[in-house]
């Protein structure tokens, strides 16, 4: 599956749209990331916990979005986005969107 945050891939020509697909996930800050996030607030830094929370959910997030391209029959996914949303509090929704292809 090739992947582009841009409407095209290079090189390569777009013969089927296929419409958007989208994959999200729904994390809970952890309480031992919490302690430590606190702590960088005092000292200064990185929150290093929370960059890997976020990196995690990005990461599944694309995964569920690859996997709804490949049930419908795309080989690539352009226009890739991301976007964010406070469900509850301690928990925030990671949600990645594009525009599901066929490129030759």
Do not use: W
């Amino acid at each position: 599956m090739k992947l582009s945050n841009i409407e095209t891939i290079p090189g390569k020509n777009i013969t089927k749209f296929y419409g958007m697909v989208s994959g999200s996930t729904v994390r809970a800050k952890h309480i031992g990331r919490d302690l430590m996030a606190g702590l960088k607030n005092i000292v200064g830094g990185e929150l290093v916990g929370y960059s890997e929370l976020l990196q995690e959910s990005r990461e599944e997030a694309m995964k569920r979005m690859v996997a709804q391209a490949n049930e419908i029959g795309a080989n690539a996914i352009v226009n890739i986005r991301f976007s964010t949303s406070s469900v509850a509090q301690g928990a925030a929704e990671l949600y990645c969107y594009g525009t599901a292809v066929t490129v030759e």
